[in-house]
């Protein structure tokens, strides 16, 4: 499938309506915590065991993104596109087959497996393409299009809860759930592959001089081999890992949180929470990314990392004694947690330049698929092993919530050590790459 390149008159401005209609359906990742207490009840599962699903999808979206970050940069957005709608409802329907069947495996290998090589290839699908089209604003088009994986959870996490209080919370209700987010989610992801367009190149250079590419350019291969490459990977992880063990089990966490106060928190008011995360999560990756821009992406991550430690320990320190200051550090960490996960391509860009910077992304997002590991077993392990102990409340939480003070603060040091990249991994791009690496005319108006 070629990228369809766009004709004269076309707006850059609906590039990320096509990013967003992926990604928020992608983005319904972040709403798995709704169908942790019915499959552990219906299927007799424990909290870690119920995680599984989520972390495998985890784990190969960064796999995927890390392995097909080349082809979707070679094959162009509209193939990742469809490559991700087909394994992600697909990974839906065959979840519905596991949950109809109580066949637990099946989820796994559905919702994990195959639906996780669809969060993989669709996040990284307009990456590129997007920072092509805005070279004077990456982090705020990166942020637009992520912001929709965010921000999934916002309309998948009530309308999940919906749908299992409608069909039942049984595994024949539980199946009916996934077949109808399967189906829907691949008529809503159409919409980007039939939208989406890549920039017309720029005029050769005359006399086939030199490149009109300016700035830095490295290639995937020789970004993965610098130092810069590996410290943004470790921040990647240790801000994932913080974020994604507490949004993975957000829903039974405020529930056992606050249950042994004199206001415990319904199941109704949890799928709120999850759903607040959600938009805390989805504003962080416009917000934050976007400021980025103005302030840089060094000193944003020192904003994600430093003070984010510093809510952890607000929420550890007062345990139970407060809601609203619970949810109010939730929620800046999510807008980190998201804020990370958007300025970052930007940051690549800045450091690596427009050359293979989808490949280098897929490639750093195996980052977030050590994360999806680490973060969700900390939180959940531990959980199991304090409610074991007899352990209730807050504190089957307060020692997670100090480990994830730790591991921000070896983000925090990674961040500082990163430096330019060194002129021997510069890469100059033949004419031919360099017309695809500069994207449109900057003389050209909205259309460019």
Not at 33 to 49: I, M, N, R
Not at 257 to 263: G, L, M, N
Not at 326 to 349: D, E, Q, R
Not at 353 to 365: F, N, P, S, W
Request: hydrophobic share 50%.
């Amino acid at each position: 499938m070629s990228p369809p390149i766009a004709p004269p008159g076309w707006s850059r401005w609906l590039v990320p309506p096509a990013a967003l209609s992926v990604h928020l359906s992608i983005g319904q990742a972040y709403a798995w915590s709704v169908f942790k207490p019915p499959l552990e009840s219906a299927l007799g599962l424990s909290g870690t065991q119920s995680a599984l699903p989520f972390q495998l999808a985890i784990v190969m979206l960064g796999l995927s993104a890390a392995f097909g970050g080349t082809l979707v940069e070679r094959n162009g957005p509209r193939w990742a596109m469809t490559v991700a709608l087909i394994c992600f409802s697909s990974g839906f329907l065959i979840s519905a087959l596991g949950a109809a069947t109580e066949q637990y495996w099946l989820i796994v290998l559905g919702y994990g497996f195959v639906g996780g090589i669809g969060l993989g290839i669709g996040y990284i699908s307009p990456v590129s393409t997007l920072i092509k089209w805005f070279p004077d604003r990456p982090g705020m088009a990166t942020g637009i299009a992520i912001m929709g994986f965010g921000g999934g959870a916002l309309i998948a996490s009530p309308w999940s809860a919906q749908m299992l209080e409608s069909f039942g919370a049984d595994h024949s209700g539980i199946a009916l759930a996934f077949l109808v987010h399967g189906l829907s989610y691949a008529v809503f992801m159409t919409l980007g592959v039939l939208l989406v367009r890549v920039p017309r190149a720029p005029e050769p250079v005359a006399g086939g001089g030199p490149s009109a590419v300016q700035g830095v350019q490295v290639s995937a291969r020789s970004a993965v081999r610098t130092p810069q490459f590996w410290c943004l990977w470790v921040v990647l992880c240790m801000n994932v890992t913080a974020g994604i063990g507490i949004l993975e089990k957000a829903a039974p966490m405020i529930t056992d949180f606050f249950a042994d106060t004199s206001t415990p928190v319904s199941v109704t008011a949890a799928a709120g929470f999850v759903a607040l995360l959600s938009a805390a999560n989805m504003a962080g990756r416009i917000g934050w990314s976007s400021t980025s821009d103005l302030i840089g992406r060094k000193n944003i991550y020192r904003v994600y990392l430093g003070v984010g430690a510093l809510m952890y320990a607000l929420i550890a320190l007062a345990g139970d004694s407060s809601k609203p200051l619970f949810i109010l550090c939730a929620l800046v960490i999510l807008s980190f947690y998201g804020g990370g996960f958007a300025t970052v391509p930007a940051y690549l860009k800045d450091l690596f330049g427009t050359y293979q910077v989808g490949a280098i992304h897929g490639r750093l997002l195996t980052a977030w698929s050590t994360a999806g590991v680490l973060g969700p077993l900390i939180v959940n392990w531990i959980a199991d092993r304090q409610e074991d102990a007899g352990r209730h409340g807050s504190s089957l939480y307060t020692l997670s919530l100090f480990i994830m003070i730790g591991l921000l603060a070896v983000g925090f040091v990674a961040n500082e050590l990163v430096r330019p990249v060194h002129p021997r991994h510069h890469h100059v791009p033949a004419p031919r790459e360099a017309a695809d690496v500069a994207g449109p005319r900057p003389q050209q108006p909205e259309s460019a």
